[in-house]
């Protein structure tokens, strides 16, 4: 089982947001964390449609692209803080020289291209925290 799997059985599969306007990005995202035991809700490619998918329904955790075609991801950030939310954030910027609020700096990091390993093991720590 991949680092960061969920393990199969009685339990429901956990639900993490994916937030991510490429669309190959997201697709890969999708089959990854789908083929991990996740249930991906989305994948969104805007703020608009992120915000719209939160008003639907609460996940256990998210992963958000920093810059969706120049906007911040900043409004999906406070309202994931809101409920209560963990996420991860992944950008091609360095983590050094993220735009944007504290509420992104507080969260766990991942450079793209995105790597399975170090993605699923950040995922699976938030959703034990949470």
């Keep these: ?6 393990p199969p059985g009685g339990s429901r599969e956990p639900v ?7 669309f190959l ?4 995202l999708d089959l990854l964390l789908t083929q991990a035991g996740w249930r991906v809700l989305g994948p969104a490619a805007t ?7 939160l008003n639907k ?10 810059n969706l075609r120049g906007r911040l991801i900043i409004p999906v950030a406070t309202a ?10 992944t950008s091609a910027y360095r983590r050094a020289d993220l735009p944007g609020a504290d509420i992104l700096a507080e969260a766990p990091f991942v450079a793209k ?8 093991a950040a995922l699976a720590q938030l959703k034990r925290g949470s």
């Excluded at 089982?1 to 969920?6: D, F, H, L, Q, Y």
């Excluded at 703020?47 to 998918?53: N, R």
């Excluded at 994931?80 to 954030?89: A, D, H, N, S």
Aim: avoid cysteine; aromatic fraction near 2%; proline fraction near 10%.
């Design 57 to 66: 329904e609460q996940p256990d955790v998210a992963v958000l692209d920093v």
């Design 47 to 53: 703020v608009e449609a992120a915000l719209e998918l």
């Design 80 to 89: 994931l803080r809101t409920m209560g939310v963990p996420f991860v954030v």
């Design 113 to 120: 291209p995105i790597v399975e390993r170090p993605l699923l």
């Design 1 to 6: 089982m991949p680092i960061g799997a969920m």
């Design 25 to 28: 990005i997201a697709m890969e």
């Design 16 to 22: 993490v947001l994916v937030v991510e306007d490429e």
